[in-house]
């Protein structure tokens, strides 16, 4: 389980934002088309530029910023008033249309892959369209000339007005995607726009100052930091999925001694990062959680008789906090993150007295152990067990996630009100 299932049609808010961005690229086009295009030589740098970030886009931003150096060169020319003193004439239909028209072709080895675009294109004509609309107008009526030092303040405005509001994009259609709570995803994705959004506005802002003033062979020059800013974050990305498939494979020790079923640590691992991400955890915590739960029966390898098929919900407690404690001092000697073994020992501690992570592993891993080889009533039996637990075992707010993310996920299931 990666995630909560796509509903048979697409949510309402997606298709009315994939459809008022085709709407929107459909008229700047046409105006474009119409009345001409102006300054090809400038429309083709930034084009190249916009086309090349695309092109090394990272693919695992999971929905936030995936080309930064494409957002900034679209950026930059949506903010673009002057070439080398000589005032350009581009407006906004010609710089959506410009930018749509790069990110498409830097966007074709993705989708000959099979890798979704349709959101990070909708977003991009929007952010586009809306930094050139607050830009473009006024400053082709002359309104921001004599300004000085505040021009690059302006700027430096628009985009982070900019920037915010694709923050609020996308999480709005990853909670019309997925179901998520908004609250968490909004804030992760302000989170994010802190990390990379600010290199992507600052050096939009740069570049665009750079061209009004020397012409276009600054775009290479400021662009190349970006770049190589991003090729690190990939290089990051990698390193990460590494990190995380070691763990997994480490966790996989209990499978293959026959301690545990197969599987029942990857299953109990993405379950519990659904239900953490229903509960409002940030990115961090998500990490901390699911890799716990990929080692929460880690300690099982210490005992001399293997738990019959590793059910150690059934256990008595004091057996339960001694593998909890086994299982602890395991992850401690394996180099991850202290607080991985912190939650995994007190995976038996009295649930007011747990961390919240504990608590959904806990809970989590019983469940798919009540649940496993029970039939189809199995789902229902065992939340129902889960919530009459719920006075000393298991917290309330806990289940009641997991019966909304089970339901989420196609299952018919009570929640409680």
């Known amino acids: 389980?990666?995630?909560?299932?796509?509903?048979?049609?697409?949510?309402?808010?997606?298709?009315?934002?994939?459809?008022?961005?085709?709407?929107?690229?459909?008229?700047?086009?046409?105006?474009?088309?119409?009345?001409?295009?102006?300054?090809?030589?400038?429309?083709?740098?930034?084009?190249?530029?916009?086309?090349?970030?695309?092109?090394?886009?990272?693919?695992?931003?999971?929905?936030?910023?995936?080309?930064?150096?494409?957002?900034?060169?679209?950026?930059?020319?949506?903010?673009?008033?002057?070439?080398?003193?000589?005032?350009?004439?581009?407006?906004?239909?010609?710089?959506?249309?410009?930018?749509?028209?790069?990110?498409?072709?830097?966007?074709?080895?993705?989708?000959?892959?099979?890798?979704?675009?349709?959101?990070?294109?909708?977003?991009?004509?929007?952010?586009?369209?809306?930094?050139?609309?607050?830009?473009?107008?006024?400053?082709?009526?002359?309104?921001?000339?004599?300004?000085?030092?505040?021009?690059?303040?302006?700027?430096?405005?628009?985009?982070?007005?900019?920037?915010?509001?694709?923050?609020?994009?996308?999480?709005?259609?990853?909670?019309?995607?997925?179901?998520?709570?908004?609250?968490?995803?909004?804030?992760?994705?302000?989170?994010?726009?802190?990390?990379?959004?600010?290199?992507?506005?600052?050096?939009?802002?740069?570049?665009?100052?750079?061209?009004?003033?020397?012409?276009?062979?600054?775009?290479?020059?400021?662009?190349?930091?970006?770049?190589?800013?991003?090729?690190?974050?990939?290089?990051?990305?990698?390193?990460?999925?590494?990190?995380?498939?070691?763990?997994a494979s480490l966790a996989r020790a209990t499978e293959i001694a026959g301690y545990t079923p197969t599987g029942h640590a990857r299953r109990v691992a993405a379950l519990s990062r659904e239900v953490g991400r229903d509960l409002g955890l940030t990115e961090a915590e998500l990490t901390v959680l699911e890799y716990a739960a990929l080692m929460h029966d880690i300690g099982q390898l210490s005992l001399v008789d293997p738990v019959p098929a590793g059910a150690t919900a059934a256990l008595p407690v004091e057996e339960q906090r001694r593998i909890a404690l086994l299982g602890g001092a395991v992850v401690r000697q394996t180099g991850v993150n202290p607080q991985v073994a912190t939650v995994v020992e007190r995976l038996a501690d009295p649930c007011p007295e747990q961390p919240v992570a504990a608590r959904i592993v806990r809970a989590v891993n019983a469940y798919e152990e009540k649940t496993r080889d029970a039939g189809p009533g199995g789902p229902l039996k065992a939340l129902e067990e889960l919530r009459l637990g719920t006075a000393g075992d298991y917290a309330p707010e806990v289940v009641e996630s997991l019966a909304r993310v089970l339901s989420r996920d196609g299952l018919t299931l009570p929640v409680a009100g």
């Not at 809306?130 to 021009?151: D, E, K």
């Not at 997925?178 to 990390?195: I, K, N, Y």
């Open 1 to 247: 389980m990666s995630g909560p299932r796509a509903p048979g049609r697409p949510p309402l808010l997606l298709t009315l934002v994939h459809t008022c961005a085709a709407l929107l690229a459909a008229v700047c086009l046409l105006g474009t088309l119409w009345h001409g295009l102006d300054e090809r030589g400038v429309a083709l740098a930034f084009g190249v530029l916009v086309t090349v970030g695309e092109l090394t886009r990272w693919t695992g931003a999971e929905g936030r910023e995936a080309a930064p150096l494409g957002a900034a060169a679209a950026l930059s020319y949506a903010l673009l008033g002057e070439d080398g003193g000589d005032p350009t004439h581009h407006g906004v239909l010609q710089v959506v249309t410009v930018v749509l028209a790069a990110s498409l072709l830097g966007s074709v080895p993705h989708i000959a892959r099979g890798r979704p675009v349709a959101d990070h294109l909708a977003r991009r004509v929007f952010t586009v369209g809306f930094a050139a609309v607050c830009f473009q107008p006024l400053y082709n009526q002359g309104t921001f000339h004599g300004w000085g030092s505040a021009y690059a303040l302006l700027l430096l405005a628009i985009l982070v007005l900019t920037a915010l509001c694709d923050a609020l994009l996308a999480a709005a259609l990853a909670h019309s995607r997925t179901r998520w709570p908004f609250g968490p995803l909004l804030r992760d994705e302000l989170r994010a726009t802190l990390g990379i959004g600010s290199a992507v506005c600052a050096t939009g802002a740069v570049m665009a100052l750079a061209v009004a003033v020397v012409g276009l062979w600054a775009l290479p020059v400021f662009s190349l930091p970006l770049l190589l800013t991003q090729m690190s974050f990939r290089r990051y990305a990698a390193v990460r999925t590494t990190y995380r498939q070691t763990i």
